[in-house]
C-alpha cells in the first residue's frame, strides 16, 4: 500500500491564481481529511468528509472547496488565492470515524 | 470548539532521559491521538487513545477522559525522538463530530 499520497510536494502560485491539490489513498478509508499547519498554529482542520459523496467544513473553511466523488480521492481547490493561503497543507485518512488518523507527506504552498 | 493545551511547549533532554509530555483539554472526547511530526515534517501516529494506558516499546500514554487530560511517555530518549508531539481531540456531542481538533504542540529536542 502507498497509504496516503499528495501532489505536489511543493507549489508556488500568484494571487488570484487557482489550483488543485490532490490526495488520494489506497487503504478504503471512510474518513479523508485536510489541514493547514502554519508555524505555531498547530493543524488546523479544513474541510472532511466520512464517506463518497458526503462533505463537510472545518475550523477554517473559507477560500477552499472540496469533493469527494470516489472513496479513493479527496482533492482540495483553491478558487483565488491569496498570500494568507500560504501554508503546509496535509491530507489525511482513516477507516472510519473515531480510529487512528494516517497523514500523507505535505504540500508546501506559497501564494506570492 | 475544544480547547487543547500541550505542556511544556518546548523540551531539551539528553539522550538517554526520560520524559513527560501533558495534554489538556477543555470538553468530553471520543477520540483523543498523539502523533510525532519529524523533523523532515513527515507526521505519525503514536496512538489512539481515547482512555485507557497503551504502550508501544518505549512509548507509553495514558489518557484520563474524567479528567480532561493526556499524558505522553517517552523514557530512554534517543535523537530519533527530536521533533514536535502534537495531541488531538474530538468532541463526543455536538456539531463538532468528525473535527479533529490539534493542540500546537510540543518541540522536543535530544542531544547526543
Known amino acids: 500500500n502507498a497509504g496516503v499520497t499528495q501532489t505536489p510536494k511543493f507549489q508556488v502560485l500568484k494571487t488570484g491564481q487557482s489550483m488543485t491539490l490532490q490526495c488520494a489513498q489506497d487503504?478504503?478509508?471512510?474518513?479523508m481529511s485536510w489541514y493547514r499547519q502554519d508555524p505555531g498554529m498547530g493543524l488546523r482542520l479544513i474541510h472532511y468528509?466520512?464517506?463518497?459523496?458526503?462533505?463537510d467544513q472545518g475550523e477554517v473553511p473559507n477560500g477552499y472547496n472540496v469533493s469527494r466523488s470516489t472513496t479513493e480521492d479527496f482533492p482540495l481547490r483553491l478558487l483565488s488565492a491569496a498570500p494568507s493561503q500560504t501554508s503546509v497543507y496535509f491530507c489525511?485518512?482513516?477507516?472510519?470515524?473515531?480510529?487512528?488518523?494516517?497523514f500523507g507527506n505535505g504540500t508546501r504552498l506559497t501564494v506570492t | 470548539g475544544i480547547q487543547v493545551e500541550q505542556s511544556p511547549p518546548d523540551l531539551i533532554l539528553q539522550e538517554g532521559a526520560n520524559s513527560t509530555l501533558r495534554c489538556n483539554f477543555s470538553?468530553?472526547?471520543?477520540?483523543l491521538q498523539w502523533f510525532h511530526q519529524n523533523p523532515w515534517g513527515q507526521l505519525i501516529n503514536l496512538f489512539y487513545?481515547?482512555?485507557g494506558t497503551k504502550q508501544n516499546g518505549r512509548l507509553s500514554a495514558t489518557t484520563v477522559a474524567t479528567e480532561r487530560y493526556s499524558l505522553l511517555y517517552i523514557s530512554s530518549s534517543q535523537t530519533t525522538d527530536s521533533g514536535v508531539y502534537f495531541c488531538a481531540v474530538e468532541r463526543n456531542r455536538g456539531s463538532t463530530l468528525g473535527r479533529l481538533y490539534f493542540g500546537r504542540g510540543t518541540q522536543l529536542t535530544v542531544w547526543p
Open positions: 487503504m478504503n478509508h471512510e474518513y
Open positions: 489525511a485518512s482513516s477507516p472510519e470515524l473515531d480510529s487512528p488518523l494516517h
Open positions: 487513545i481515547p482512555s
Open positions: 468528509s466520512v464517506g463518497a459523496g458526503i462533505t
Open positions: 470538553d468530553s472526547v471520543n477520540n
